[in-house]
């Protein structure tokens, strides 16, 4: 079992910065691949960006140049930092992780307003 907390969500202005952080505990050792998704308002989650556990990382064309996923082994937590947001990326943002099933944060509000 993996236990997935985000943090770091909020309302920021259009071209501002977020950082958010999603802290693994439990079985994180069997963990494979994690990352972040997104749900906006009417609209179907969708991948955001996400990272294997050999450091490989992947992200939606949407937000490549501007958003950046790591991971912090040491402290089980991965991160997304998200710069020149856009009101489009408002959405609730949800951490997962991969073992054999997946796993999933209870989501993040992230608002950007124009």
């Known amino acids: 079992q993996v236990q997935l907390v985000e943090s770091g969500g909020g309302l ?3 071209g501002g910065s977020l950082r958010l952080s999603c802290a693994a505990s ?4 069997s963990i494979k691949a994690s990352g972040w998704f997104r749900q906006a308002p009417g609209k179907q989650r ?4 996400g990272i294997s556990s050999d450091g490989n990382t ?3 064309d949407s937000v490549k140049g501007r ?3 790591s991971r912090d082994n040491a402290k089980n937590t991965v991160y997304l930092q998200m710069s020149s947001l856009k009101p489009e990326d ?3 943002y949800y951490c997962y992780a991969f073992t054999t099933r997946d796993y999933w944060g209870q989501g993040t509000q992230v608002t950007v307003s124009s």
Not at 26 to 29: C, D, E, N, P
């Open 58 to 60: 992947n992200y939606a």
């Open 26 to 29: 439990g079985s994180t050792f």
């Open 12 to 14: 920021v202005q259009a």
């Open 90 to 92: 408002t959405a609730v």
């Open 46 to 49: 969708e991948l955001v960006a």
């Open 67 to 69: 958003f950046t996923i």
